[in-house]
């Protein structure tokens, strides 16, 4: 007897492959922004504790907003052991994370 999407399919998990796999996969461990694309909450953000940024390569490109009432958004460059600070006062410093 034919059903209809009951297991037809089979898992997703395992016709994907590469990239897609790995997120998946992530995503099934719990991690549900294995790419860190979600708007990371400033914290104090001073010199001493900047705000940490994960990346899994030397550099990556930050948006600040450095007002709530901003109707723009103040980008930068993080580089691997130097620490930034942005037009407003906070400071911001590149992490390392494993890549998914």
Same mark, same amino acid.
């Given at each position: @007897? =034919? *059903? /209809? &999407?009951?297991?037809?399919?089979?898992? !997703?998990?395992?016709?994907? #492959?590469?990239?897609? %796999? *790995?997120?998946?996969?992530? %995503?099934?461990?719990?991690?549900?922004? /294995? &790419?860190?694309?979600?708007?990371? %909450?400033?914290?104090?953000? #001073? *010199?001493?504790? /900047?705000?940490?940024? !994960?990346?899994? &390569?030397?550099? *990556?490109?930050?948006?600040?907003?450095?007002?709530?009432?901003?109707?723009?958004?103040?980008? @930068? =460059?993080?580089?691997?052991?130097? !620490?930034?600070?942005?037009?407003?006062?906070?400071? &911001?410093?590149?992490?390392? %994370?494993?890549?998914?």
């Amino acid at each position: @007897m =034919w *059903r /209809p &999407f009951a297991s037809d399919h089979g898992d !997703p998990i395992e016709h994907a #492959t590469g990239l897609e %796999k *790995r997120e998946l996969l992530a %995503k099934m461990g719990g991690n549900d922004d /294995p &790419f860190d694309m979600k708007v990371i %909450k400033r914290s104090a953000g #001073t *010199r001493s504790c /900047p705000n940490e940024i !994960p990346s899994a &390569f030397d550099e *990556r490109i930050v948006g600040c907003i450095c007002d709530s009432e901003a109707n723009s958004i103040s980008w @930068m =460059w993080l580089h691997k052991g130097e !620490p930034k600070r942005c037009e407003c006062g906070y400071w &911001f410093n590149l992490v390392h %994370k494993a890549p998914v």
